[in-house]
């Protein structure tokens, strides 16, 4: 049964700082793995898609890179602002079970000016 | 484009009512889906569809029927409201990946509809 594990729960950083966010998958077979970012009360924003046969994707100041042999993906956030704080989620299509999608739990990310 | 609409965003049912959350969305996505998404929890599949006419169960479809009658259209119907069922629902729509040749599957959602049972 495929599992997705985001850590840190929680993060707190200071304005300027570059951060990571990890994410991990117990099963390589995945048909491609989504970053989301949700503000409280909202819902989610897709924040960038990597498709299986891909490495890395970039948008802005984000960049987000998918290792399916050590089933990782990390999103990189670089020049952190207030305005980045929410919570990040991935989540994976696994390519062998229709249309669903697995969520991690998240990240809760905190930028302080 | 409006995108993926849901309505309405806040209800409050007494247990043993029914009621249906309405999904809509204008991008002619075949794949159409229901979470919920409740503290400590994370984000659970209820039902999901892969074209008109076709739904199936996901991780949690128990209280909750679903139809698929247009491309567009994706109703949640609660047939007996439980307060178990008090969460933040989220219908989000995307591209088939089956499609050979097609496109990018990415996955795109509404605002949520805050539901409590009481």
């Known amino acids: 049964k495929q599992e997705v594990t985001q850590i840190p729960a929680a993060l707190s950083v200071p304005e300027g700082e570059n951060l990571v966010l990890n994410c991990s998958f117990t099963?390589?077979?995945?048909?491609?793995l989504q970053w989301f970012r949700q503000d409280p009360g909202k819902g989610l924003t897709s924040l960038l898609l990597i498709q299986s046969s891909q490495r890395e994707q970039t948008s802005g100041r984000l960049n987000a890179s998918l290792d399916k042999s050590s089933g990782r993906s990390t999103l990189y956030i670089a020049a952190s602002q207030p305005g980045d704080s929410a919570t990040y989620l991935c989540?994976?299509?696994?390519?062998?079970?229709?249309?669903?999608?697995?969520f991690g739990q998240g990240t809760e990310l905190s930028v302080k000016p | 484009n409006a995108g993926v609409t849901q309505t309405p965003k806040f209800q409050v049912l007494k247990t043993g009512q029914s009621m249906t959350l309405q999904c809509a969305q204008d991008?002619?996505?075949?794949?159409m889906s229901w979470y919920r998404q409740d503290p400590g929890m994370g984000l659970r599949l209820i039902h999901y569809s892969v074209g008109a006419g076709i739904t199936d169960q996901g991780e949690v479809p128990n209280g909750y029927n679903v139809s698929r009658s247009t491309t567009e259209d994706f109703p949640l119907r609660l047939l007996s409201a439980a307060p178990s069922q008090t969460s933040v629902y989220f219908c989000?729509?995307?591209?088939?990946?089956?499609?050979?040749?097609?496109?990018?599957?990415?996955?795109?959602f509404g605002e949520g509809s805050r539901l409590t049972v009481l």
């Open positions: 989540a994976v299509r696994p390519s062998n079970q229709g249309g669903k999608l697995i």
């Open positions: 991008m002619n996505h075949e794949y």
């Open positions: 989000a729509s995307s591209y088939s990946f089956f499609v050979p040749g097609g496109r990018t599957g990415e996955l795109f």
């Open positions: 099963d390589s077979a995945i048909y491609n």
